[in-house]
């Protein structure tokens, strides 16, 4: 049964989601905007909408936190010195998923997941 399940399987076993995540969350930090599935962009949200809200913090163990995420240390230091400061003000929100039109080879629908400015 499904009961209290909040997070999508997206047809992966556990590890490999979680490897799919991270590695959709440090090419968000590096490019800034990603074009993927948007199944997959919206489960990228809820995450990387956390970990921008523990890297806002700037400290030593927020820093710690989002380089046990991320696995690169220049994408975390990049989240923590670059991108978290331009959203002290902000109280969420931080991405945006704009969807695009069905992809050509199985018509999955695509999304584009941004940063916000």
Do not use: C, W
Not at 3 to 24: E, S, V
Request: no cysteine; net charge positive; hydrophobic share 40%.
């Amino acid at each position: 049964m499904r009961h209290r399940m909040t997070q999508r399987r997206l047809g992966r076993p556990t590890d490999h989601r979680l490897a799919l995540i991270r590695n959709l969350m440090q090419e968000l930090v590096r490019h800034e905007r990603i074009r993927t599935t948007k199944v997959k962009a919206e489960e990228l949200q809820r995450e990387f909408e956390k970990l921008v809200t523990v890297a806002r913090v700037g400290d030593l163990n927020a820093r710690r936190r989002v380089s046990a995420k991320l696995y690169d240390e220049t994408m975390a230091a990049k989240l923590v010195n670059d991108i978290a400061p331009r959203f002290a003000n902000r109280n969420g929100g931080y991405t945006r998923v704009v969807k695009l039109g069905p992809r050509r080879g199985d018509s999955a629908p695509m999304a584009h997941i941004e940063l916000v400015e």
